[in-house]
């Protein structure tokens, strides 16, 4: 019995075979070629674009580092600049004062002579 069941099983498989080459036409091997040319295609594309991400992202973040250095350094001078010209105007404040004090000492003199 089990001769006739695997000769059942092959005839099934024959006629099914037929049956999908009538459905689909003998190309359906060049179908499943091309979608797995189309997959593969898909699959490199995405590679070439995953590493197109990561260059670009390590550019960015580069870019991020030296504008952070650029502005540190700018920030810097610029603090620099401005205590500079505090300690100037301090010292100038304290010309003018000790200009005063001279006037006054040379008006006490000249008053009390």
Do not use: C, P
């Not at 006739?4 to 459905?23: F, H, I, P, Q, T």
């Not at 300690?87 to 100038?92: M, N, P, S, T």
């Not at 404040?93 to 009390?112: G, R």
Request: glycine letters at 2%; a negative charge.
């Amino acid at each position: 019995m089990s001769n006739g069941s695997n000769y059942a099983d092959e005839m099934y498989k024959n006629r099914l075979e037929e049956v999908k080459n009538l459905l689909f036409g003998q190309n359906i091997e060049n179908y499943e070629e091309q979608i797995q040319q189309i997959q593969q295609n898909i699959n490199q594309s995405q590679q070439v674009l995953l590493a197109k991400i990561e260059e670009v992202k390590n550019e960015l973040l580069q870019a991020l580092k030296e504008t952070q250095t650029n502005m540190g350094e700018r920030l810097k001078a610029l603090e620099e600049a401005a205590q500079a010209e505090l300690e100037r105007q301090d010292k100038a404040h304290v010309s003018k004062q000790a200009l005063s004090a001279s006037l006054e000492n040379i008006s006490k003199t000249l008053l009390n002579n």
